[in-house]
């Protein structure tokens, strides 16, 4: 058995950028057309502007292994909403997730399969453990880049899809207008009705009994 080396990534907290990572990819504002409430207002943001980067580093194992990297998020508002990443549930639904604050301040809001939302504010220093099976999105509340390291198990992958399909998440995280953020139902949101629900965890349970 050929083991692989240790390495270490240079964060660079102020460019929100890891080195000697294995991959980059970018987001522009354009990429998130149809997730916010306020089209008319989004039609005013320029589109090739990023909203948010990753640097990650992929190892070349599977299973067992981790994947690690850092999320530089833009500030800005769409209408009254905060900048958010896609959001997603892990395809291997039953993988968790670590995110650690190194800059700004923003929000983990996280769904349940049935519907139940949380939320947690997360800044500088800040570790935020995303269980299995809850749906994750990353919020910038604040007025400058919202830098995080993050790390998942390397089968976790990712079910972009989960979030469309219900008319978007739950709840919209907006502009209290005080300087701080609260949370509004969103009206396109349809539940997962309690077969999906149950469907998501009960899949996933199989998948890694098929692999054990
Ligand atoms: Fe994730």
């Avoid at 943001?45 to 292994?65: H, K, M, S």
């Avoid at 269980?131 to 919202?146: A, C, F, K, T, V």
Wanted: charged letters at 20%.
């Amino acid at each position: 058995m050929k083991l692989t080396e240790p390495s270490t990534c240079l964060v660079d907290v102020d460019q929100g950028l890891m080195g000697d990572a294995t991959g980059r990819y970018i987001k522009t504002v354009g990429d998130l057309a149809g997730l916010y409430a306020d089209s008319g207002a989004f039609s005013t943001l320029q589109p090739n502007d990023i909203a948010y980067e990753v640097t990650e580093f992929r190892p070349p194992g599977g299973e067992g292994d981790l994947i690690f990297g850092v999320t530089r998020m833009a500030p800005g508002r769409v209408g009254d909403e905060f900048f958010l990443t896609r959001g997603h549930i892990h395809a291997r639904a039953d993988r968790p997730e670590i995110y650690y604050g190194q800059k700004g301040h923003g929000l983990m809001l996280m769904e349940s399969p049935d519907g139940v939302t949380r939320t947690a504010e997360i800044g500088p220093q800040t570790i935020c453990y995303v269980p299995p099976y809850w749906i994750h999105r990353s919020i910038n509340l604040g007025n400058e880049d919202y830098v995080m390291m993050f790390s998942y198990p390397a089968d976790a992958g990712q079910d972009y899809g989960i979030i469309e399909r219900s008319g978007g998440m739950r709840v919209r995280i907006v502009d209290d207008g005080r300087g701080g953020w609260r949370s509004i139902d969103n009206p396109n949101y349809r539940a997962r009705s309690a077969a999906d629900a149950a469907g998501i965890v009960g899949l996933s349970s199989l998948a890694q009994s098929n692999t054990s």
